[in-house]
């Protein structure tokens, strides 16, 4: 019976696959790794990133700021995206119900790393959002890819 169990979740975790969105060039990439300062020193930069994990990878979630879709999250990849500084900023994902929100006290001039994560759902896996300290932020994003910012599936 346990082989049979074995079997049965093996397969499918084999044919649920790993969502993917489309992502910009290295050099695109690896120019938003050098965690520069936002292009105007009245903005806030914004990071919002999704792990590498086979936790929900064949979800796709949306992610917006300011009520604004910056696109679809896969696992692997981030966005970057620059507010007006100096106050508080949404950020929010698509759950399972209802979107889920992240309220982030923003500086003129400063980054901010955002972490998407995946978690269980009643009928579907959900996502949530979270802060993360810069040091977490910047290792974590230097191991991902871009993604172009796009369509959310998803209204705000």
């Given amino acids: 019976m346990k082989k049979v169990v074995s079997l049965a979740l093996f397969a499918a975790i084999a044919l649920s696959g790993c969502a993917t969105v ?55 990849v981030f966005f ?28 003129k001039g400063q980054l901010y790393f955002v972490e998407q994560y995946i978690k269980m759902g009643a009928f579907v896996g959900g996502a949530g959002v979270e802060l993360v300290d810069e040091a977490t932020g910047k290792e974590e994003v230097s191991k991902l890819k871009m993604a172009i910012k796009g369509t959310c599936s998803a209204k705000k």
């Fill in 80 to 107: 970057y995206h620059e507010v007006l500084g100096g106050g508080q900023v949404k950020v929010s994902t698509e759950s399972e119900f209802s979107p889920n929100d992240l309220l982030v006290d923003t500086e």
């Fill in 22 to 76: 489309p992502t910009v060039s290295d050099a695109d990439t690896n120019a938003a790794k050098q965690f520069n300062p936002p292009a105007s020193s009245d903005n806030a930069g914004i990071y919002v990133y999704r792990i590498d994990s086979p936790v929900g990878a064949a979800l796709k979630k949306d992610v917006f700021i300011e009520g604004e879709c910056i696109g679809e999250t896969a696992p692997g």
